[in-house]
């Protein structure tokens, strides 16, 4: 593809051309990025033509994506997501302006349907139909997502996910007709027998940072942000992390989008992690070379992971972008689950409501200050693990149908401001 | 407000002036229907504008809708949601197009958004800050819709849901911070509640039907279709139908885009009820004066009714619109749901897929035939429903993480066409 000029080892630097490899460096095992050739899309991709485009999804970006064209995307509508500016949550955190970027819109409902897309086109495009098998490691909503998008166009998947994987997101594999592999382990096991499996079966991996066209839908995310501000980007980005894909993407997003010549300032970005999940924390404060493995415990399924495959990807992109990195209980996710979605209406599940919890232990650090303008990515809907939110909520009231019995009731309910 | 002419009686046809009533006909109790001055709109409407305006969203609508303005909007983005035309279910049933309407992407998952966005503009239109309290019946779609917006203006809530409602509805209304009151009953019981509690209590009622603007709400879905279909409507249109207000909300949408000229053909609808819960079906085809009341038993929550609130206007809205009514059974909604899923990538709850049950019900008596341009409406998304949703559904394999193990399985899966 004349636009991608290389695959680059993010660990050994080494220059891959796109046939030489399929997922990793060849001489390291270190996950590659794709790199264009900037100056070509320069002279091709314009902001008037993001004017004129009347297609609000990912694929307005084209000329940055490593597809060729447009033709048998999945039609589901992916990305430009709605970004809202929630003054009242702002005023009360006491920081100049709180942005919240609604990635629970997307058609599977997670952040996740940005990278399925992305690769179930590079699929159509690179291979042959009866080839068409795509299988896929994941915690719950990278599955999900691929077997959505992949329903849309007709093609088959095999999900290995955790057993302890929440039920909501195993439904929707099955009735998007997925074949689902539940692994009796953790996350880090399931990744480990996709890639065996696909080596060894010849079927397609997409396995998060795994695969580098994952980033590639994800850094979509910071286009639209760069859009829906009118190029005015906020000075910190909270995101959560597990495997440190969607930082790493986000980040990849803004550097191409300052390379073109779209935007001059480039966000602070900041991860938040979760319990004993904290691998790219702890490598990130303790400046180790690389992410150390962990329990990987958090009741944030999204987020939950041993050892982050794009762990260091992770670390660089917060140091480049001159951000930190957060860590939070899983009690302090409980705390802030029912006082995310009361004061915004956005349900979001735990992993998501970490970014929350995560800007409110950042002020109080003072990490981030009343000057900030503030931007939390909100990357899955709390419909897709209900007994979590169970436990950030008070009970319903149950009477019979009588008006007095609704009266005797009332002395406890707070009615007023 | 100088664009609506009167509040018109659907039952004896009385006309009111917008401050002479709340709710009902003050003679004969029956629902309201927003007559608007058609030639004043004619005037100050146009597709051009429309083509000009770049939000995406009901208020693009604003000159038909019995708002005054955007100002104090709640903020999350409601409608225009993505509308697909999907040729290989076309092909399968042997249609000429299958659109398909996706309204699960909504604020709280659901297109009971559309009526609680309106409604809750009216109230903060109408009623002083300190008045604004807003109560529901609801079968669990509409009370975490009025939720989630009221969560993002900040108003606070009273609901009333039958006790069986998904635990995932009563989950997000928890969450938004609503007072939820369960009542041992049906949605009929909640209902009539829910009226003696706002005239009692003094707070505002957005009952489904009762609450004319609810109405108003829904046929911005009808604005959409045409536009999204460039102004070429359907030939059928089918709606789900529990009391019966969004399929005369759908109609009233195409009526007046008829009458303000944006439009020519008007297409049939066809009301799709469920189990026992089909009054409207058996009104229309047993030509009642009156709905009957009916046992309301189905596993399809959302349209689950024993005396449909707008029954009659659905009845009216079929007979104009020389459309019909399907009724379907349970079990063909389970065989449907993971047929959808699988062959859409859009997950849809029980109410939502028995659209498509009622489609294929359709076809096989002849009532829609392979000439036929088809549109399903889908209401809801299967993640509010997980229960139902994995009566459709197969197991998945669990197994150690371990190559062998894999592949001792791999035989029962088939992974080819």
């Known amino acids: 593809m004349k636009k991608i000029k290389m695959l680059k080892c993010i660990s050994c630097g080494?220059?891959?051309?796109?046939?030489?490899?399929?997922?990793?460096?060849?001489?390291?095992?270190?996950?590659?990025?794709?790199i264009y050739d900037y100056n070509l899309i320069k002279k091709r991709f314009s902001y008037d033509e993001l004017k004129e485009n009347r297609y609000y999804d990912i694929w307005r970006y084209l000329d940055l994506l490593p597809v060729e064209d447009i033709k048998g995307i999945p039609p589901l509508k992916v990305g430009y997501t709605p970004l809202y500016k929630n003054k009242k949550l702002a005023d009360k955190l006491d920081v100049s302006d709180l942005y919240i970027k609604d990635d629970t819109r997307n058609p599977s409902a997670s952040f996740k349907d940005r990278a399925s897309a992305v690769v179930i086109k590079r699929v159509i495009e690179t291979l042959d139909e009866d080839k068409r098998i795509i299988a896929t490691a994941s915690t719950g909503n990278a599955a999900s997502s691929l077997s959505c998008l992949s329903a849309s166009v007709g093609i088959k998947n095999i999900i290995f996910v955790p057993e302890k994987a929440p039920r909501e997101k195993v439904t929707q594999l099955l009735i998007f007709g997925a074949n689902v592999i539940m692994v009796k382990g953790t996350y880090d096991d399931a990744f480990d027998l996709c890639v065996k499996a696909c080596e060894?079966?010849?079927?397609?991996?997409?396995n998060t940072a795994y695969n580098p066209y994952t980033r590639e839908g994800k850094k979509t995310a910071a286009f639209e942000i760069c859009e829906q501000l009118e190029w005015e980007v906020p000075d910190k980005i909270f995101v959560p992390v597990g495997d440190g894909n969607i930082i790493s993407g986000i980040w990849k997003g803004f550097l191409e989008f300052k390379k073109i010549g779209f935007i001059d300032?480039?966000?602070?970005?900041?991860?938040?992690?979760?319990?004993?999940?904290?691998?790219?924390?702890?490598a990130f404060t303790e400046k180790l070379q690389t992410p150390p493995v962990v329990s990987g415990e958090t009741m944030c399924d999204s987020i939950s992971v041993k050892s982050p495959r794009d762990g260091l990807s992770a670390v660089i992109s917060l140091n480049e972008s001159g951000g930190f990195a957060v860590n939070i209980s899983d009690d302090e996710v409980i705390l802030s689950m029912k006082e995310f979605a009361s004061s915004t209406g956005i349900f979001a599940e735990p992993?998501?409501?970490?970014?929350?919890?995560?800007?409110?232990k950042a002020?109080?650090?003072?990490?981030?200050?009343?000057?900030?303008s503030v931007l939390l990515l909100i990357t899955g809907s709390g419909l897709k693990d209900i007994e979590s939110a169970k436990k950030s909520i008070s009970k319903a009231y149950r009477i019979e149908p009588d008006i007095n019995e609704l009266e005797k009731i009332l002395v406890s309910i707070n009615l007023k401001g």
């Open 265 to 282: 300032k480039l966000p602070k970005l900041v991860a938040v992690q979760s319990g004993n999940s904290n691998s790219v924390y702890k």
């Open 200 to 206: 060894k079966f010849g079927w397609y991996n997409r």
């Open 351 to 360: 992993s998501a409501v970490a970014v929350y919890a995560g800007l409110k």
């Open 14 to 34: 080494k220059e891959h051309s796109e046939d030489e490899v399929k997922y990793v460096c060849n001489s390291c095992g270190g996950n590659l990025e794709v």
């Open 363 to 372: 002020i109080s650090q003072k990490l981030v200050g009343r000057g900030d």
